[in-house]
């Protein structure tokens, strides 16, 4: 069973920065797509960036361009999230998502992902 397990949330301020990671397991890591996925409070979860597995591709939702940056270490299966600038309404739980190569890439939608981690908060005051 693939395990995902996200670290790195917190409180911090407006115009703040956070790093999170996403350490992956029982999983071939370079065969993944890699994403990552927040869900607000009364909100459905949404889309935040993704990486390809060999980290020739990246794509970002519109409202996290040049603010977010995500990376991956196919040598150490781990996956990260730079989040600078932040501002109250990127408040959310992150969860870290992957999905194998197929044929076709994996879309925003997270019924396009096949495992997930636990999530992590991010709860930025202003």
């Known amino acids: 069973q693939v395990q995902l397990v996200e670290s790195g949330g917190g409180l911090v301020q407006a115009g703040g920065s956070l790093r999170l990671s996403c350490a992956a397991s029982r999983l071939t890591f370079d065969n993944y797509y890699m994403a990552w996925f927040r869900q607000a409070p009364g909100k459905e979860r949404a889309f935040v960036a993704h990486?390809?597995?060999?980290?020739?591709?990246?794509i970002y939702e519109d409202s996290v361009k040049g603010r977010f940056t995500i990376s991956r270490d196919n040598a150490k299966n781990t996956m990260s999230l730079e989040m600078i600038t932040l501002k109250p309404g990127d408040t959310a739980v992150y969860y870290c998502?992957?999905?194998?190569?197929?044929?076709?890439?994996?879309?925003?939608?997270?019924?396009?992902?096949?495992?997930w981690g636990r999530g992590t908060q991010v709860t930025v005051s202003s």
């Open positions: 990486i390809s597995p060999n980290v020739d591709s990246t």
């Open positions: 998502a992957a999905s194998p190569k197929r044929f076709w890439e994996p879309t925003t939608s997270p019924n396009s992902w096949d495992y």
